[in-house]
């Protein structure tokens, strides 16, 4: 049996570094397309993680988390609030907030918090459908139905836990199963777990060996959603569509981020740490 290849910080050598006389909005713009009436924290945790890398981050969500979208202050990125009115979901071009600039939107988030139902059903189409790069995350991924699945391309990536993961696919979470959903759907998808593995056809299957238990608390899914789809917005611009080494990068550099971020706290917290916790750790380890 053919061994999986580990990741290991070198994964880093391969992201993309911001040029020094670089602006703002030049270095990543993402749309995260999440959150509900019920539920605001998924969307908060995927949002921070992101702001991290990212410069410009564009919120589509329920009118209860607009307010508090709006009320978000940070130093080193600017979370835009949106309506359906003000993007054009439609566009064959891909995400486009007309208000603002010409500029498209560098990736898509979707589905943190969202809740299952037409309306996440509906959107998730509209991003597999519009040629964006897209993370598929939670609530998106439990509305995958056949014809979704056959949108899926080498500019997504899937997030998915165990339960997600046998819910989407009707397999067991195990890396033999992985390796076959990624040979069928050319896409990238990174299986959470004890030790997480991350996937695509190109690269074949990969185990990241960084985390303990404290990551199994609620919004550090969360955190790894919002980390992925920011390094998959740089370099701004999109690579070919046939070409998933972007997408599996993203995938293992957020992987091993966050998992060693968690390590680093379990050296002085053990595993009484969160997601809170998890977000301020990220950008010192």
């Known amino acids: 049996m053919t061994k999986n290849k580990i990741i290991s910080r070198a994964i880093f050598r391969d992201l993309y570094v911001p040029p020094p006389r670089s602006r703002k909005g030049q270095n990543?713009?993402?749309?995260?397309i999440a959150g509900s009436e019920k539920y605001h924290g998924s969307l908060l945790y995927a949002i921070k993680a992101a702001s991290k890398i990212v410069d410009l981050i564009y919120v589509l969500s329920t009118p209860e988390n607009r307010k508090l979208i709006s009320r978000l202050k940070s130093e080193t990125a600017e979370f835009?609030?949106?309506?359906?009115s003000e993007l054009d979901l439609e566009s064959k071009a891909g995400f486009r907030p007309p208000s603002r600039n010409d500029r498209e939107i560098d990736a898509v988030l979707v589905g943190p918090g969202m809740e299952t139902s037409r309306r996440t059903y509906n959107l998730v189409k509209l991003v597999l459908r519009s040629?964006?790069?897209?993370?598929?995350?939670a609530d998106a991924l439990k509305v995958l139905d056949p014809g979704l699945k056959k949108l899926l391309n080498a500019r997504h990536i899937?997030?998915?836990?165990?339960?997600?993961?046998?819910a989407a696919f009707g397999l067991p979470a195990r890396g033999a199963s992985l390796k076959g959903v990624v040979e069928r759907y050319p896409c990238t998808v990174i299986l959470k777990g004890p030790t997480d593995l991350v996937?695509?056809?190109?690269?074949?299957?990969?185990?990241?060996?960084?985390?303990?238990?404290?990551?199994?608390?609620?919004?550090t899914g969360d955190v790894l959603a919002g980390l992925t789809a920011a390094f998959f917005c740089l370099p701004p611009g999109d690579p070919p569509k046939g070409d998933n080494?972007?997408?599996?990068?993203?995938?293992a550099a957020a992987v091993y981020l966050n998992g060693a971020a968690g390590d680093d706290l379990y050296k002085t917290r053990g595993f009484f740490y969160d997601a809170e916790d998890l977000l301020e750790q990220i950008p010192v380890t």
Do not use: M, Q
């Open 158 to 166: 899937l997030t998915p836990h165990a339960g997600e993961f046998k």
């Open 245 to 251: 080494k972007l997408a599996f990068t993203s995938a």
């Open 28 to 32: 990543g713009r993402l749309l995260v």
């Open 80 to 84: 835009i609030p949106i309506s359906h």
């Open 131 to 137: 040629g964006a790069k897209a993370v598929l995350d």
């Open 199 to 219: 996937g695509s056809k190109r690269t074949g299957i990969w185990e990241n060996r960084t985390g303990n238990a404290g990551l199994t608390k609620g919004g």
